[in-house]
């Protein structure tokens, strides 16, 4: 077991160093940041001087280095935009992205999982062609899509809800609705048909039929039996999905405004902030690892079998 753990242990280690090598380069790739922090009017001394204070003089392979050998002892460097320590900012925004993945992720599990139990019981009826039309237009439907027509619904016509922001206390459910319905509507259609599978092999298992033979009462035998024993493969595949919503959404936090990590990440790439795209990205990185490193524990304490596969 300990080997198995070491190995999936180095393997994150180098998953996380791959990606702090391509977040470097690639942050590099969009261009210089004197282009935006300093005016047109700028000398050529202006841009060395600008260059030399955060480090940007050096060769790329210096740079990396250093930006290796801090980020170690946790410091990830000050952000070239909004002046403080990078990891700080990320750190500060994380608690809404982690708002807005729960609100999602629930979302996501009360429409998918009833719909997907009863289309599986109500097979080849009107109910499961419903399942499998929202299945169809989940699937279909682009998240900024459907964050756009939300906005222009609940909030150009209707005045009903704000269209962007965030709030606090209770006043601030009302702007974590949208982006959570925009976020946890797209997953609604791989849970519902895996639920939906999942439940029909269950369905046709000999204990159903032996519970429904005893007299117990079909919504125990469905909701307690039979979706228990569905929920696994079911529950392996939501627990993929909270770990993307965890890591922040780019595309609805950009609709909605929300003051997420997906969103700083697109504002410290708007404006070169080197710094904090390094770390936004390794901590996005490390947070989904992480997830995925759990669920491989979780699996060979549940299939002995895995540690020797």
Do not use: C
């Not at 600008?50 to 740079?63: E, H, I, T």
């Not at 709030?167 to 702007?175: P, R, T």
């Amino acid at each position: 077991m300990q080997r198995y753990l070491l190995g999936k242990l180095l393997r994150a280690l180098i998953s996380l160093l791959a990606i702090s090598v391509i977040v470097f380069v690639l942050a590099r790739i969009t261009g210089d940041p004197a282009d935006i922090f300093l005016s047109d009017e700028a000398s050529d001394n202006d841009r060395a001087i600008f260059n030399a204070r955060w480090g940007l003089d050096r060769p790329l392979p210096v740079q990396y280095f250093v930006f290796l050998r801090h980020a170690v002892t946790g410091d990830f460097g000050q952000s070239l935009k909004w002046r403080e320590p990078a990891l700080n900012l990320v750190l500060g925004r994380f608690p809404a992205t982690l708002q807005l993945a729960l609100s999602a992720f629930t979302v996501g599990l009360l429409i998918a999982i009833p719909i997907g139990v009863l289309s599986a019981v109500k097979r080849g009826t009107l109910l499961d062609t419903f399942g499998k039309l929202v299945a169809l237009i989940g699937q279909s439907m682009p998240v900024f899509w459907l964050g756009i027509l939300l906005i222009w619904i609940f909030s150009v016509n209707l005045h009903l809800l704000p269209s962007s922001g965030s709030g606090s206390g209770i006043n601030g459910l009302k702007y974590l609705i949208l982006p959570a319905v925009a976020q946890g509507w797209f997953v609604v259609a791989g849970i519902m048909r895996l639920t939906r599978s999942s439940m029909l092999d269950v369905l046709d298992s000999e204990y159903v039929k032996m519970a429904r033979i005893k007299g117990v009462s079909e919504a125990v035998v469905i909701w307690k039996h039979a979706l228990k024993n569905a929920a696994i493969p079911v529950i392996t595949f939501a627990s993929v999905i909270f770990g993307t919503f965890l890591t922040g959404s780019v595309i609805t936090e950009t609709v909605f405004a929300w003051p997420g990590v997906g969103r700083l990440v697109v504002q410290a790439v708007q404006a070169r902030d080197f710094p904090v795209v390094q770390t936004a990205v390794l901590f996005i990185a490390t947070v989904y690892i992480t997830i995925n490193f759990l669920l491989d524990i979780a699996y060979a304490y549940l299939d002995p079998r895995i540690r020797f596969s």
